[in-house]
């Protein structure tokens, strides 16, 4: 494409038509150290130019920071781009480094009238279950927010971390348009169960962190090198034997991207992109960057096609990866299939 704009695909039987690689939006506001306004401006806009159209965001990103400063853009461009926010990490008043997952339906409503009022917005293109709270009914919860779809508050609902079984008993309530989970050539936990209901069920799968949290890119090699701030550092696979462990592995990275002229995070998300025609289901990353050369890198990763040998030599790297992706995976999709 002479423009440099990415192709489209359809969220799932039941969504939107996106560009085939969306932004997450988090580190604008939240979670990555020092944050410059400014540049996370001109990413947005050169995002939009190069045809992302789908930008992800959430209630607890910076306790609602992150929705309030994606508003403006958001309100400029109204008509061209699809907002995905979440719901469901509630900050505690008393402690606002806490977070306690809710899913009861007067917090949804509570949570949903707030991101709207945040994002000034009349209603939102794509809810989404940020975590799972085990203790209240999952057909309780979509079914709350299958109300709000009703209502013209939501257009389409998401899943974040959830099972192959939770998804399907969602999907039996309201259709569920995506699911959001990590994956990555480092995070593969999604494929055995969640992957597969995802197809049958016709919902799009929408991994966060494609880029393994940046480490992938090779853009730090463990957790010290990072601010003080950034929540990376509390990552069990950023630190100690497991980081120097991690760093060899991406070695066989490089010497993929060496034979297409591209960087390590070009493969790491050509690789998750290919994921679509493998797996017969849509896959629309949404990788983080508060550059807009990052932008340009990593929409120029939908056009690199890996062969059947790269993907072979690609593949066995998630077994051999040092440490889980959280601390603790109870709130995770893996933690509970």
Not at 44 to 53: K, N, Q, S
Not at 190 to 218: C, D, K, M, N, Q
Not at 302 to 331: H, K, P, S
Request: with cysteine; proline share 6%.
């Amino acid at each position: 494409m002479t423009d440099g704009r990415i192709t489209t695909a359809k969220l799932g039987d039941h969504g939107p038509e996106v560009g085939v690689q969306g932004l997450g939006c988090m580190g604008m506001s939240f979670a990555y150290g020092p944050v410059d306004a400014d540049a996370s401006r001109a990413t947005l806009e050169r995002a939009l130019e190069l045809g992302v159209t789908f930008y992800d965001t959430a209630d607890a990103y910076g306790a609602g920071e992150n929705e309030r400063f994606l508003a403006p853009f958001f309100k400029a461009h109204r008509d061209e781009v699809v907002i995905a926010t979440k719901f469901a990490l509630s900050i505690p008043p008393d402690d606002p480094t806490r977070r306690v997952i809710r899913n009861d339906p007067p917090y949804i409503r509570q949570a949903v009238e707030a991101s709207l009022k945040r994002l000034d917005v009349d209603v939102i293109d794509l809810y989404y279950m940020h975590r799972r709270d085990v203790n209240v009914p999952i057909e309780e919860s979509v079914g709350t927010m299958a109300d709000l779809v009703r209502e013209g508050k939501v257009k389409h609902l998401g899943l974040s971390e959830v099972t192959a079984d939770e998804l399907r008993a969602a999907h039996a309530v309201h259709p569920i348009t995506a699911v959001q989970s990590e994956w990555s050539l480092f995070s593969r936990d999604i494929e055995p169960h969640v992957v597969p209901a995802a197809r049958e069920l016709g919902v799009a799968l929408v991994p966060y962190s494609p880029l393994g949290r940046g480490f992938l890119t090779g853009s730090f090699a463990r957790a010290e090198e990072l601010s003080a701030d950034d929540f990376r550092r509390q990552q069990p696979r950023f630190t100690g034997e497991n980081a120097t462990a991690n760093a060899t592995l991406l070695e066989l990275i490089r010497s993929v991207a060496k034979a297409h002229d591209a960087s390590l995070g070009q493969i790491a998300l050509a690789w998750v992109q290919q994921q679509a025609a493998i797996r017969d289901l849509p896959v629309i990353p949404i990788p983080g960057t508060r550059k807009p050369s990052r932008v340009e890198e990593n929409t120029a990763a939908t056009r690199i096609v890996l062969t059947d040998e790269q993907l072979d030599l690609l593949d066995g790297i998630a077994a051999q990866v040092a440490g889980n992706r959280y601390a603790d995976m109870a709130f995770t999709s893996a933690g509970r299939e």
